[in-house]
């Protein structure tokens, strides 16, 4: 990635001109160049930079902050591999993101469903607001020009799964799912049932074929999902079977799908 300067901030302009600063975090094939140019043409006073993770969007900040009447951070905008990177911030009141206006930019809707799932009730506290990135020009800049105001949004396929998720059964598995048990107990039919009542289908197909030994990049190439993704199943589903790591989730998978 190109260094970033204080004379790229300013690109050329009175630096009290640009009041807002808009920062794009993570890959350039999911934010780029022409994706940030276009934002900065129709969104006005704004400036627009990529960087690739939190840490050098402290270091240009802290340059900014030398320059009087310098840009104030306006809005970040992260891919989903540093969207835990920003909650982990904010867990620890990052001074820089509480004034800010988050987004999450994705691409893959079952990345971000996953990941929605995973952190809802954090997400909707904090005010972050997902984009899908792959949408039409005049769609996407709708949206940010909507977020930008202040709204909070959430893309509708993002929360339907868990609108439409049988919260009764699957919360109540989840959070009385049994102990891991010794090797050679079998859990009972009403065990089995427990179980697969707390996974998902997509979560079902994870497990079974991480029981079938195929490590992560297999099955994100059997179920056409990314690593990542494959790993945010993995750990639901540790989580929602009460157990300690991936083995002892297959060795649940095997007791109780199989008996």
């Given amino acids: 990635m190109e260094?970033?300067?204080?004379?790229?901030?300013?690109?050329?302009?009175?630096?009290?001109?640009?009041?807002?600063?808009?920062?794009?975090?993570?890959?350039?094939?999911?934010?780029?160049?022409?994706?940030?140019?276009?934002?900065?043409?129709?969104?006005?006073?704004?400036?627009?930079?990529?960087?690739?993770?939190?840490?050098?969007?402290?270091?240009?900040?802290?340059?900014?902050?030398?320059?009087?009447?310098?840009?104030e951070l306006f809005m970040v905008v992260c891919d989903l591999h540093n969207a835990t990177d920003l909650l982990q911030r904010l867990r620890g009141t990052d001074p820089l993101l509480v004034r800010s206006k988050l987004v999450i930019g994705f691409e893959n809707t079952e990345d971000a469903q996953v990941f929605y799932e995973m952190h809802a009730q954090e997400i909707c506290k904090q005010h972050i607001s997902f984009l899908p990135m792959n949408l039409n020009v005049c769609a996407f800049l709708g949206l940010m020009t909507v977020i930008c105001a202040g709204a909070h949004y959430i893309p509708p396929e993002i929360t339907v799964k868990m609108a439409q998720k049988?919260?009764?059964?699957?919360?109540?598995?989840?959070?009385?799912?049994?102990?891991?048990?010794?090797?050679?107990?079998?859990?009972?039919?009403?065990?089995?049932?427990?179980?697969?009542?707390?996974?998902?289908?997509?979560?079902?197909?994870v497990l079974s074929l991480a029981a079938q030994g195929c490590p992560n990049k297999v099955?994100?190439?059997?179920?056409?999902?990314?690593?990542?993704?494959?790993?945010?199943?993995?750990?639901?589903?540790?989580?929602?079977?009460?157990?300690?790591?991936?083995?002892?989730?297959a060795a649940r998978f095997h007791h109780g799908y199989n008996e």
């Fill in 3 to 71: 260094s970033i300067s204080l004379s790229e901030v300013s690109n050329g302009e009175p630096v009290e001109t640009l009041k807002r600063l808009i920062f794009f975090i993570g890959s350039s094939s999911v934010f780029s160049p022409v994706t940030l140019r276009t934002v900065e043409t129709e969104i006005e006073h704004t400036h627009t930079l990529h960087v690739p993770d939190f840490q050098v969007l402290h270091l240009v900040m802290s340059a900014t902050r030398s320059v009087p009447h310098g840009p």
């Fill in 166 to 205: 049988p919260t009764d059964a699957v919360d109540g598995a989840h959070r009385y799912a049994p102990a891991p048990a010794p090797a050679a107990h079998h859990p009972t039919a009403a065990q089995a049932e427990a179980i697969q009542a707390a996974l998902t289908p997509r979560e079902t197909e």
């Fill in 219 to 249: 099955i994100a190439r059997d179920l056409n999902i990314s690593e990542h993704t494959v790993k945010l199943h993995m750990h639901r589903v540790i989580s929602k079977l009460g157990v300690s790591n991936r083995t002892e989730a």
